[in-house]
């Protein structure tokens, strides 16, 4: 104990370092949407002592917000998200001419989203930017040699061109019955997460379909086995003196079984991991984020996501970036997480620095004080239940059926976000009743980790013609 609360002030000390660094500071934002986190990192510049005194934003400006803002729909410029990076680097006369306005020194500092990846806006530094160096190894195809290199089991898999003549009876080699998971690389850019890259193929008809879907998106295919488990993504933080590694989380990962699609929810801390998988994704982390450190110099957080299956953990992907779902919030309001993670990325003295292991202590207690949900669930086209759609800004409360579990939420435009769950299961986890709520927002029909219900006919087709094909598989068993 007496350790922990030394564990307690380092982190107090870290937010007295975050104030000095950002007092007096001018801000500029770069908002390619307004989402509840673009709230939490304003509210965090002006704890921190910062102004914020402009804002550059895709769509149209924020309701009431009071600070000159550059809105490119507001001047007829419609970008997609994706267009919104390359526009502020070969940005319009006008851009340049508003910028040197409200900041005519130069002095201001930039600060985008967890995906920016440029270095600078018309001259001016941004803090926190993505290396492309980091970026690469959030490709799903390339982290597959890392996991192998460090031997970390990953789902049985094959990685080929996407025009290899081949692919389809690879496919029908992998399915072991419920289907194969089929995921783009990076090599037209990132996807995105939230299940963007991936399709789940249960058939000859759904393979032709993400095939096609893939022409233009990718040059290679990873094809994976589907496999059983519970989806989980384990934060870390890359410092200068280690890796501290926080607990496996439950990602709300529903699957439309019509589509083959993958709907991220959400992320939870309430599932309790046995103690020996936690053990095991623990060293799995740390041994990513050291590798990650000799590769590209790596500062930051970091996710490692997969699922944890009957035979162990096996891996997915990397997301060499901060990313939802961390959980510390609700256990420390007033602590700027946005900042600290950009200071490590940026080598803030003072932060980068600090020792892992304590960060490391301090981070699990505050998270597993205060278990806690975060996602924002967009309304879906099927029929919506009348008291989600009912004005109002309160918080309001389901219970799912048949689970009897507690949905706390807030309703917003067009989406709900969560703000809190009750879960009943036995290990903490929320899948189920999170696939529950999601079909009471307008979503019916989506299901969690737990429903096993679907067949594939990928291979029994090929079986039924002549005998089950011969995979040239990497990957676990
Ligand atoms: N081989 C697989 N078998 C079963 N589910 C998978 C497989 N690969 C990915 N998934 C599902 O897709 C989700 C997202 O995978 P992930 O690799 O984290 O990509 P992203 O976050 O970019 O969508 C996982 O949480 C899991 O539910
Ligand atoms: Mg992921």
């Not at 590694?245 to 991991?273: H, K």
């Not at 202590?361 to 924002?376: H, L």
Request: proline share 7%; aromatic share 8%.
């Amino acid at each position: 104990m007496p350790d922990l609360i030394d564990d307690y002030r380092m982190l107090s000390g870290a937010v007295d370092t975050l104030r000095r660094y950002w007092s007096g500071r001018q801000v500029i934002l770069l908002a390619n949407q307004f989402t509840h986190s673009t709230q939490l990192l304003i509210d965090e510049v002006s704890a921190c002592g910062a102004t914020l005194v402009g804002v550059v934003t895709r769509p149209r400006r924020a309701p009431e917000r009071d600070v000159p803002t550059w809105s490119c729909a507001e001047r007829g410029i419609d970008l997609s998200p994706h267009e919104f990076e390359p526009f502020l680097s070969s940005p319009t006369d006008s851009l340049r001419e508003w910028l040197d306005d409200i900041d005519p020194t130069q002095s201001c500092v930039v600060l985008g989203s967890i995906w920016t990846t440029m270095s600078h806006l018309c001259g001016r530094p941004v803090h926190g930017w993505r290396r492309p160096e980091w970026v690469a190894w959030e490709d799903k195809v390339r982290i597959e040699r890392l996991w192998a290199d460090l031997g970390i089991p990953s789902p049985r898999h094959v990685v080929m061109s996407v025009d290899d003549p081949g692919l389809r009876e690879q496919a029908m080699a992998l399915d072991g019955g419920r289907g194969v998971v089929m995921a783009v690389d990076s090599s037209q850019g990132v996807p995105g997460g939230g299940g963007k890259g991936l399709r789940w193929v249960r058939s000859p008809a759904e393979f032709d379909a993400a095939l096609k879907s893939f022409t233009g998106r990718t040059r290679q295919v990873r094809i994976a086995e589907f496999v059983e488990g519970v989806p989980c993504s384990t934060q870390a933080l890359a410092l200068d003196a280690g890796i501290a590694v926080f607990e496996p989380a439950e990602e709300a990962m529903l699957r439309d079984p019509c589509s083959g699609d993958f709907r991220y929810c959400g992320t939870s801390t309430w599932w309790r991991a046995p103690d020996a998988a936690k053990d095991t994704i623990e060293t799995y982390a740390r041994d990513a984020g050291r590798r990650l450190d000799e590769l590209t110099g790596y500062r930051g957080i970091f996710t490692v996501d997969g699922l944890l299956t009957d035979q162990g953990f096996l891996a997915t992907e990397l997301n060499p970036r901060g990313a939802g779902g961390l959980g510390f919030r609700p256990g420390w309001p007033e602590f700027p997480t946005y900042l600290f993670h950009r200071a490590v990325q940026e080598n803030v003295l003072g932060i980068v620095d600090l020792p892992p292991e304590s960060v490391q202590a301090a981070f699990r207690d505050v998270i597993a004080r205060r278990p806690s949900f975060s996602g924002t669930i967009p309304l879906g086209t099927g029929p919506v239940a009348a008291d989600v759609v009912r004005p109002g800004t309160g918080t309001r409360a389901y219970t799912t059926t048949p689970s009897g579990a507690t949905v706390r939420y807030q309703v917003g435009a067009q989406t709900v976000r969560v703000v809190d769950v009750a879960p009943a299961s036995a290990d903490g986890t929320v899948g189920p009743l999170i696939a529950e709520f999601v079909g009471h927002l307008g979503h019916p029909g989506l299901v969690s980790f737990s429903d096993d219900s679907v067949r594939s006919t990928l291979a029994s087709v090929e079986r039924a013609a002549d005998g089950k094909p011969a995979a040239r598989t990497r990957g676990a068993r």
